[in-house]
């Protein structure tokens, strides 16, 4: 069975950081690409970041460049997203997805999908 399962959503105040983790089973992530979408209430589920597993390269939106990170564990099956600087707008529920395609901040290129995890930043 091919799982993706987020942790280390929180609250955490305004300027705080937090570290995302997606970790996978079922599969490996050679090849593939992951990405990190998130939704906030009333709002429309965006992009935040992609990294292709092939060769690492990483890919964020203008809103969190310069804020956010992503690394990966290939051994562990697990990618994370390291954000720092966090503000208010930030606040939303956190999903990480999976394709065997090249890395995109296109939700409909993925199909794999985690639960999500909840990260709330208070002012």
């Known amino acids: 069975e091919v799982q993706l399962v987020e942790s280390g959503g929180g609250l955490v105040q305004a300027g705080g950081s937090l570290r995302l983790s997606c970790a996978a089973s079922g599969f490996t992530f050679d090849g593939c690409a992951i990405g990190w979408f998130r939704q906030a209430p009333g709002k429309e589920r965006e992009g935040v970041s992609c990294?292709?597993?092939?060769?690492?390269?990483?890919y964020f939106a203008d809103s969190v460049k310069g804020r956010f990170t992503m690394s990966s564990d290939n051994a562990m099956n697990t990618v994370y997203l390291q954000m720092n600087s966090l503000k208010p707008e930030d606040t939303a529920v956190y999903y990480c997805a999976a394709t065997h395609g090249v890395a995109s901040m296109f939700d409909y290129m993925y199909y794999y999908w985690g639960q999500g995890t909840q990260v709330t930043v208070s002012s």
């Open positions: 990294i292709s597993m092939r060769d690492g390269s990483t």
